[in-house]
């Protein structure tokens, strides 16, 4: 049960998800429109904006009144610029909340794709922090659940089977941002979505996970795109190159490090953290106009190794 006045089935129906519409390739899409990648497990070719956004850190923290409506036009930004991945979790301080309230408030869940994540030792306790996050994200149908952390993860998988042949969850899968990241190739077989750390400068995740997940055919998130914002911090006060503007459309350092990554065959959705508006905008026109091939991919991490 969940505080949602909307039932499963209308809710089903109101996002476009009962009945299944056919997508345009990526390549058909104008420039101006963030491109988009497919689900490999969908049934449907349901494909994703490959920009979101991610809630961990600040996001969660009620603050005062123009720093909330701050955080509120965040999503509203990402719906109207035309993304849709909004990544939370129950241990993002009270991010579930803030994020069920603005979706809520702002009437776009159908037009959200929500992604959160658990991480419980215990069947029990796993399955209660589940409807804990129905409860405060504010909807009967949470698009992807992950078991945050790899906690625990092989009590849980079987729970979040029942979930999704209940309806009640669309996908689900792993994460893991820690050292041992790679461990996330035990479950490939066996889920729907991963999540990890992979940016510019922490290239590891092409030796493995990237590959696996491309040939298994599990969506990737990428988790801390910019490093903590190590990656901009290093550029700080200096203009990115008339290449990257001219070649890709890239304006700032962070829509080059965004570039960089969705420009990888095997990424679905790059999810950085924001609290500020413009840099949801800026960080969505990463997505548009063209990808970068191999050779520019290899001019862009330069760039870093060289600042």
């Known amino acids: 049960?969940?505080?949602?006045?909307?039932?499963?089935?209308?809710?089903?129906?109101?996002?476009?998800?009962?009945?299944?519409?056919?997508?345009?390739?990526?390549?058909?899409?104008?420039?101006?429109?963030?491109?988009?990648?497919?689900?490999?497990?969908?049934?449907?070719?349901?494909?994703?904006?490959?920009?979101?956004?991610?809630?961990?850190?600040?996001?969660?923290?009620?603050?005062?009144?123009?720093?909330?409506?701050?955080?509120?036009?965040?999503?509203?930004?990402?719906?109207?610029?035309?993304?849709?991945?909004?990544?939370?979790?129950?241990?993002?301080?009270?991010?579930?909340?803030?994020?069920?309230?603005?979706?809520?408030?702002?009437?776009?869940?159908?037009?959200?794709?929500?992604?959160?994540?658990?991480?419980?030792?215990g069947k029990a306790a796993g399955q209660q922090s589940v409807e804990n996050s129905f409860k405060r994200l504010r909807t009967p149908m949470i698009d992807l659940m992950y078991v945050h952390n790899m906690i625990d993860v092989d009590t849980h998988l079987p729970s979040l089977k029942e979930y999704k042949a209940a309806n009640r969850i669309r996908y689900f899968g792993v994460t893991s941002t820690g050292g041992n990241q790679d461990r996330l190739t035990t479950w490939m077989d066996q889920i729907d979505?991963?999540?990890?750390?992979?940016?510019?400068?922490?290239?590891?995740?092409?030796?493995?996970?990237?590959?696996?997940?491309?040939?298994?055919?599990?969506?990737?998130?990428?988790?801390?795109?910019?490093?903590?914002?190590?990656?901009?911090n290093k550029m700080r006060g200096k203009d990115v190159p008339t290449w990257a503007r001219e070649e890709l459309g890239c304006k700032t350092y962070a829509q080059l490090a965004l570039k960089f990554l969705v420009s990888h065959p095997a990424v679905t959705v790059a999810i950085p953290g924001t609290e500020n508006p413009g840099h949801m905008a800026e960080n969505i026109e990463a997505g548009m106009g063209p990808m970068a091939d191999e050779k520019q991919r290899a001019r862009i991490a330069q760039l870093w190794e060289n600042a």
Do not use: H, W
């Not at 701050?70 to 993304?83: E, F, Y």
């Not at 909004?86 to 159908?110: H, I």
């Not at 996970?209 to 190590?230: E, I, Q, S, T």
């Open 193 to 232: 979505f991963v999540e990890f750390a992979y940016s510019v400068d922490f290239r590891a995740p092409e030796q493995r996970l990237l590959p696996m997940a491309k040939d298994k055919g599990v969506a990737v998130f990428v988790a801390l795109p910019f490093g903590r914002n190590r990656l901009l």
């Open 1 to 121: 049960m969940t505080n949602s006045s909307l039932s499963r089935a209308a809710f089903l129906k109101l996002a476009g998800f009962a009945t299944a519409l056919p997508l345009l390739p990526t390549a058909t899409l104008a420039a101006e429109a963030v491109a988009t990648r497919p689900i490999p497990k969908s049934k449907t070719g349901e494909q994703l904006p490959v920009i979101g956004l991610g809630t961990a850190q600040e996001f969660g923290v009620r603050s005062d009144a123009g720093n909330m409506e701050a955080k509120s036009n965040v999503i509203k930004t990402l719906v109207d610029k035309g993304a849709k991945v909004l990544d939370t979790a129950a241990s993002y301080n009270d991010a579930e909340a803030v994020c069920g309230e603005f979706m809520e408030k702002l009437a776009v869940r159908p037009k959200i794709f929500i992604a959160t994540k658990f991480g419980e030792n």
